[in-house]
């Protein structure tokens, strides 16, 4: 029997693990993604050197290509173009509406959604003249950016001009939100639904070390405090249930302080740096194929993970521009590097580059007060 024809959309390194599970699950895989550099256009059976941000360019390829299932790789571009597609032509599995979409994967979306519901986040201004001087300082961001790009922490109204100017032109509609500043530790909720039912969920620590809006250095959070889990969960619920979402992953930023939380963002498409890995070397439990299941129109029960590792991720990057030299790589136990520069290359500053994402197991097997671990243990210049 002939193998049913999958799209794969997007071709960088953060879908190779994607791909591989399509791999496994027997398809005729093809690759969609502008960079013919991109491991995935190696390895595909066909690829279509697509610029799939530009969802009516990714339309045209749907309709003059038939594939069976489309599957967005890690990035907001490819799961927004892959939702219009599959709304447009009104076939494929694993999307909501696309008004949905645009709810969750747009910053000014969600907040309008979580206002209206009454949930946790940060005080929203909707104006300059919104904002008092007691409630500084605020943070402007883009609209519909990730990886912490045009984001800035605003400490004085005199620069909100500029401040605001900057998250639009990192904006692809131009647009910005202006929001309260809250502090605390930052932590990703990573929850996979069945019939409207959270079945199974991950708790995340992260920290922005070398640029404050970019996650770098992770690990799961098996500590957390499970009356702030228990609310957490209500909240995704309420979302869940008012956008009738459909089966599969639902990923959302949130800040902890003590026993309070705001809901920062969320997202339907899968995390990048290699973040299901984190969770699979972790826990055992297979993310990026649960995550692809969605689209292929396979079903999952509820899975309880099958083990507790203290296993930590970190991505390398730079605060100014150089040329990277070389890595000295911690001993931990079990360390694995997955390289993406070579020695010698010009790398940008954060949050535009990277070098590399490493994954270590603790020696003694405990955080302790170092939560720093694997950070500054590098040369990043000749």
């Known amino acids: 029997m002939e193998s049913k024809r999958v799209l794969l959309v997007g071709a960088s390194f953060s879908a190779m693990p994607i791909f591989e599970v399509l791999k496994q699950e027997k398809f005729n895989i093809s690759v969609c993604g502008v960079d013919p550099d991109d491991p995935c256009h190696l390895y595909a059976d066909e690829s279509f050197y697509v610029d799939y941000s530009d969802r009516e360019k990714l339309l045209d390829l749907c309709k ?117 500043f809250v502090e605390g530790q930052l932590l ?53 249930k008012e956008l009738r979402l459909v089966d599969g992953l639902i990923h959302t930023q949130i800040i902890v302080n003590e026993n309070k939380f705001w809901l920062i963002e969320t997202m339907r498409r899968c995390p990048g740096d290699l973040y299901g890995v984190l969770i699979e070397k972790s826990t055992g439990f297979n993310y990026v194929k649960y995550y692809t299941y969605s689209f292929i129109n396979k079903s999952y029960e509820h899975i309880e993970p099958l083990r507790t590792e203290n296993i930590v991720r970190k991505t390398i990057s730079s605060v100014s521009s150089c040329n990277f030299k070389s890595l000295q790589i911690p001993t931990y136990k079990n360390i694995e590097f997955y390289p993406l520069k070579n020695s010698g290359l010009k790398l940008s500053k954060a949050p535009f580059d990277k070098v590399g994402i490493i994954f270590g197991e603790l020696v003694n097997n405990e955080f302790g007060d170092n939560e720093n671990i694997l950070i500054d243990k590098y040369n990043l210049d000749w």
């Open 64 to 180: 003059n290509n038939f594939f069976d299932y489309i599957v967005p790789s890690c990035n907001d571009y490819s799961y927004n173009s892959c939702s219009y597609v599959a709304n447009a032509l009104g076939r494929f599995v694993g999307f909501d509406e696309f008004r949905s979409t645009n709810i969750l994967h747009t910053k000014s979306g969600f907040r309008g959604l979580t206002e209206k519901l009454n949930l946790s986040i940060p005080k929203v201004f909707h104006d300059k003249n919104d904002i008092k001087q007691e409630e500084l300082p605020v943070i402007i961001k883009p609209n519909d950016s990730f990886s912490g790009k045009g984001i800035t922490k605003l400490d004085s109204l005199d620069n909100f001009q500029r401040d605001f100017k900057v998250a639009k032109e990192n904006s692809r509609t131009n647009t910005a939100i202006v929001e309260e």
């Open 188 to 240: 990703s909720h990573s929850a996979f639904i069945k019939n409207g039912e959270i079945k199974t969920d991950f708790f995340v620590n992260e920290f922005c070390n070398t640029y404050d809006y970019q996650v770098d250095f992770s690990y799961i959070n098996y500590n957390l405090n499970e009356d702030i889990k228990r609310k957490i969960r209500a909240e995704i619920k309420t979302i869940i």
